[in-house]
């Protein structure tokens, strides 16, 4: 079975470090792959330059896999539809930006 853990961003880079590191940090269950599909919605800041960053030291760290994509058109809905189509996991989980989750949440 496979997770996707879908953040749609804007322009809060920081607060997507720490929602990144949160999930990195849950408790993973054992018969399921999780991975992490972010989409940078109009962003401005540097979003990509931290979503470029986490990618290259993903494998390195064994850190949740990620796969993000741009948005250029500005709006939550926006980010939402162009994610369904590229999700090819059993289950997705939604997780804002400015979330932390609980060390089981991914359990």
Known sequence: MNLTILICTHNRAS????????????HRPADCRVD???????CTD????????????????????LD????????????????IPKLHSELVAFVDDDHRVDRDYLK
């Open 15 to 26: 607060l997507l470090s720490r929602t990144l590191n949160s999930l990195n940090q849950a």
């Open 36 to 42: 992490i599909m972010v989409i940078a919605n109009a």
């Open 46 to 65: 540097d979003t990509a330059d931290v979503l470029e960053n986490y990618a290259r030291q993903a494998s390195n760290r064994e850190w949740l896999p």
């Open 68 to 83: 993000w994509y741009i948005e250029t058109i500005p709006g939550k809905s926006h980010a939402l539809n162009s994610a």
